[in-house]
């Protein structure tokens, strides 16, 4: 982690790694700068957790870790719209979700700076896993949530011992109350904080290591706050300047019908603003997300790899709960967005395999609205 | 799996392993003998699930494993009691709890035997077990559940198009159901057909790899119909017979005071018939077994390694799904029971090291039981 930096490639500022802030002092977004490495040989030796890729995480003492020896997802060959695909089970990590990707980096690197509180909003999922690394690092955490957020997830997250704040309103009103708090708390976010996202870049890790060191074509990522779009792209570029790959994969991104301003911002190329849009209830409540931090980001990521941003309508969501659950796969209609985008675009477009998409949050999380079955 | 057979110990029948057969003619247990393999070289090499003990588990042949890419599960250093403990992390099964270990290989095993429908029953998690890999094979299933099964395990069954039978009364005429239609139907039992043991069995084997190829010193497992504690004894006892290891570890099965029928066996070595017991509430749902058909087994594999049968009261359980929660887990309460187990086992006697215990059910398997916090 030598020479690591937050770096602010809006106003150009520079802060060390270690500093415990989010945001730059012009209030724009920080990125991480460092170098990581890869030793294939020592990988292969280690534990089939997301630590493996030990010396590509920003976090500097073993001793600062906090882990339930998650990551190392498997890899489900299945068959799509009549085409060979590969499911990463992301829904299987310690908390339902693949957030903890994102939460074991995080909430490790916090410890390290000797933090004792964090603060953080969610539609529901990133609350739960701060909440539970939190509860097993020792920190202080609060949570905001919509009102409407699933049950079980607010169970969850209560259950962590985390402080639950229920905000009335929006998405976007949670969001706005918790960078409030964040004035006084460490923001541990999945939006702002960027070592989150050099947790959710393991999945591309995980990937190139079960795909025998080679990069998949393409990659079908559902998009919310774009949390899995980045890492991905991330990952992949880091695997790129170390040398180990010399193309990335194509990032498809997927959005709700109901809820897309990734696809509208990906057909305005030269928009400065993130375009309003008209918001619609979805059963994808993991990626409604009308206000998207850094949506500039996550659209670059898929248009320089030469992906899209795939819509898909409520009945095509139901429809991949539907088929996922006839395969024995029990999965939350978030991650069946995903599932659903990766079967249009596959019918759409001439894809470069090998194909992957992830399911990103446990069935479990949501019974409700797994049944009625037709 | 040459030479392989169903074997009756009390009526002293043998049936060829390829019959579609889970009980003797003279209608006792069948258990399963044949001679499994175990090349730690080969194994070493491959993906981390379960099925990395290929020559161990007995199937044929490799197209007719039905399998998610499930095992090999964290074992999670923690700290009971003032005591270090490992807790192997089961409930990070696809469908949330450890009975997927038995589930993926008696439906592939069935899958060999060209078997197109399958009954079982269960509490809970075995029936959303058997549900889910059938969907994964194609084979139709019918799952007979007691009417106060938690809902967000119906919903599993149902979601994975299983037909769901709730009956009402105790687990023991739910079981009573089940069995008459398993004279028509194979009979997917996690109690009676011996394949499901050999696959639970393969929880030994991770914990021998994943302590450097050396058994555990105690372990201590939950027990209601006693498939892990069954699972367990046999998976030591194959590495034994293999020469892999030189003495079995001490098993430890956990009851819940409210319901603990082995408990009460324990006590009467010389009993033939399992004593009838006074039932209760318990939270501990998913071992809530009073009529335990392999309750021999069970006494004689926790005797014979210098185990006991512990007992919890409901405080305990409550206490240890508190402390676990603390501590970021999210298990259910009959997870928790096993934890208490631990606890207080090692509180009043002086375990062999390493200990482990395990942690089988997902707290989102029923979140209503998780709250109130105190």
Redesign the interface.
Known sequence: MNGAALVCAAAGERYGADEPRWRGDSGELLDLEWTPAFFPERIRQR???LWRYREAIPVREDRNIVS???G?T???PATLAGQKILIK?DH?????SYKDRGATVLISKARELGIRAVVQDSSGNAGVSI??????AGIRCEIFVPASTS??KL??I????ATLREIPGSREDTARAARKRAEEVYYASHCWNPFFHHGTKTFAFELWE?LSWRAPGTIILPAGNGTLVLGTWIGFRELMEAGFLDRMPVIVAVQASACAPLAAAFLQPSAHTLPAIELHPTAAEGIAIAEPVRWKGIVQAVRETGGIVQTVEEAEILGALRET??????IEPTAAAAVAGAKKYLAQNDAVGPVVTVVTG????S??K??P?P
Chains 1, 2 share one sequence.
């Open positions: 534990s089939p957790n339930f020896g998650e190392f498997p890899l489900f089970l299987l990590f310690p908390t339902g909440a539970c690394y939190s509860a097993l049950p079980a169970v969850q209560r259950h962590a011992g079960q659950g006839a395969m024995g796969l029990c446990h069935g479990l999380k019974p409700e797994l049944l079955h």
